[in-house]
C-alpha cells in the first residue's frame, strides 16, 4: 500500500529553467494538496485540485506557478522560469474525501535547488 | 502578526524526559488542531489528530487544546532518542471548500541519549 509518492526527490535547475514535480495520491484519493516548505518557515499551502478541477488556488504566486491534477497520471506542479527564491520543498498531500479536517498523508517531499 | 506562532526552539532534553511543545492562534475559527512529526529530510507525519477543545491520549503522546486561550499543547511521556524531530502544529476549520492547514514553523526536538 504505496503512500503519497513525489518525484524527483531532488531538483536542480538553473535561473529561468522550468521545474515540474510530480505526485501520485494515496490508492483511492482523488484530492492532492501542493504545500511549499521554505527554510526556517512552515508549511504553506499553495493549491487544492481534485481530479480535472483546481478547487483553491489561494496560495499560489500569480505568476510563473501552475498545477493540474488529470484524469490519468500525476499531479504536476509547474513551475516556470524559475528564480532562487524558488528553492524550497515541496510537499504533496492526498486524502480520500475533502476538505481534509482530519489530517492529511504527506509525500516526502521533492527538494527544488535553483542555481 | 502570523495566525499560529510556534518557539521554534530548538529545545534539548534528556531521554526520559518529559516534552511540553506549544502553539498559540489568533483566529478563533479554527476547529480541528493537528500535530505533525517531520525528520530531517523527510515529509511531515501526522501524530495527533483533535477536534475543538480538549485532551487527547495516543500511547506516551497527549494532545490538548484550550480554545479560550487559543493554545495546544502536545505532550510527549518517556522520551526517546527517537523522537528527535522536528514537531509542526496545524490547524483548519475556516470553512470554505479547502479547510487547508495552517502550520506553525516547528519546533526543534532533541533528546539526548
Known amino acids: 500500500n504505496a503512500g503519497v509518492m513525489q518525484n524527483p526527490r531532488h531538483l536542480v535547475r538553473r535561473r529561468g529553467q522550468e521545474a515540474r514535480l510530480r505526485c501520485s495520491p494515496m490508492?483511492?484519493?482523488?484530492?492532492v494538496y501542493w504545500y511549499r516548505q521554505l527554510p526556517e518557515e512552515g508549511l504553506k499551502f499553495m493549491v487544492y485540485l481534485q481530479k480535472e478541477n483546481i478547487i483553491d488556488e489561494s496560495g499560489m504566486p500569480k505568476e510563473r506557478f501552475s498545477a493540474e491534477f488529470p484524469k490519468e497520471g500525476p499531479s504536476i506542479l509547474r513551475i516556470q522560469q524559475v528564480v532562487r527564491g524558488d528553492s524550497a520543498a515541496y510537499f504533496c498531500?492526498?486524502?480520500?474525501?475533502?476538505?481534509?479536517?482530519?489530517?492529511?498523508?504527506f509525500g516526502s517531499g521533492t527538494r527544488l535547488t535553483v542555481v | 502578526q502570523k495566525e499560529v506562532e510556534q518557539d521554534p526552539g530548538p529545545l534539548s532534553v534528556p531521554e526520559g524526559a518529559i516534552v511540553s511543545l506549544n502553539c498559540t492562534y489568533s483566529?478563533?475559527?479554527?476547529?480541528?488542531f493537528m500535530w505533525y512529526r517531520q525528520y530531517s529530510r523527510k515529509g511531515p507525519e501526522l501524530l495527533m489528530y483533535t477536534y475543538s477543545s480538549g485532551n487527547k491520549e495516543d500511547g506516551r503522546f497527549t494532545a490538548q487544546v484550550d480554545k479560550s486561550s487559543k493554545y495546544i499543547s502536545l505532550f510527549i511521556r518517556d522520551s526517546q532518542p527517537s523522537d528527535s524531530a522536528t514537531y509542526l502544529c496545524a490547524m483548519s476549520g475556516m470553512g470554505g471548500a479547502t479547510n487547508k492547514l495552517i502550520f506553525g514553523t516547528g519546533t526543534l526536538l532533541a533528546v539526548q541519549p
Open positions: 498531500a492526498s486524502s480520500p474525501v475533502g476538505p481534509a479536517n482530519y489530517g492529511y498523508t
Open positions: 490508492k483511492g484519493h482523488s484530492h
Open positions: 483566529n478563533s475559527a479554527f476547529q480541528y
